[in-house]
C-alpha cells in the first residue's frame, strides 16, 4: 500500500495550491480519507475529511477555503486550498482509514490505517 502526496510548493498569501493523494495496493471507496498537516513545533491535526460516500469535515480554520475530493474510480484524493494563508505553512499529509462506515469522518490521527510521505506547503510574500 502505498500514498503518495503531492502539489506542494510555495505560495503568496491569497494564493491558490491543489494537493493530490495518489493511492496504490488499496481500494479506495472501503477508505475514509484525510489531509492532516503539521506545523514546526506543532503537533499533527486535521484538516479536511471525506467519508466513502462523499460527506466532509474541516477544521474550523479552513472552512470555507480548503475543498476535499476524492475520485475512487483514479484512487485519488484531493485538496483544493484557496485563499492561503500565512499560519497554513506546514507539511500536508493524506491518510486512509478504512471502515465499514459510509458516513464516518470522526477519525483522528491515531486511528489513520496508512499515511502518506508529506508535501510541503509554504505561504509567504
Known amino acids: 500500500v502505498q500514498l503518495q502526496a503531492s502539489g506542494g510548493g510555495l505560495v503568496q498569501p491569497g494564493g491558490s495550491l491543489r494537493l493530490s493523494c495518489a493511492a496504490s495496493g488499496l481500494a479506495l471507496s472501503t477508505y475514509s480519507m484525510n489531509w492532516f498537516r503539521q506545523a514546526p513545533g506543532k503537533e499533527r491535526e486535521s484538516v479536511a475529511a471525506?467519508?466513502?460516500?462523499?460527506?466532509?469535515d474541516y477544521a474550523e480554520s479552513v472552512k470555507g477555503r480548503f475543498t476535499i475530493s476524492r475520485d475512487n474510480a483514479k484512487r485519488t484524493l484531493y485538496l483544493q486550498m484557496n485563499d492561503l494563508k500565512p499560519e497554513d505553512t506546514a507539511v500536508y499529509y493524506c491518510?486512509?482509514?478504512?471502515?465499514?462506515?459510509?458516513?464516518?469522518?470522526?477519525?483522528?490521527?491515531?486511528?489513520?490505517?496508512?499515511w502518506g510521505q508529506g508535501t510541503q506547503v509554504t505561504v509567504s510574500s
Open positions: 491518510a486512509a482509514k478504512f471502515t465499514f462506515s459510509d458516513i464516518r469522518t470522526d477519525f483522528g490521527k491515531n486511528d489513520q490505517s496508512y
Open positions: 471525506i467519508s466513502r460516500s462523499g460527506h466532509t
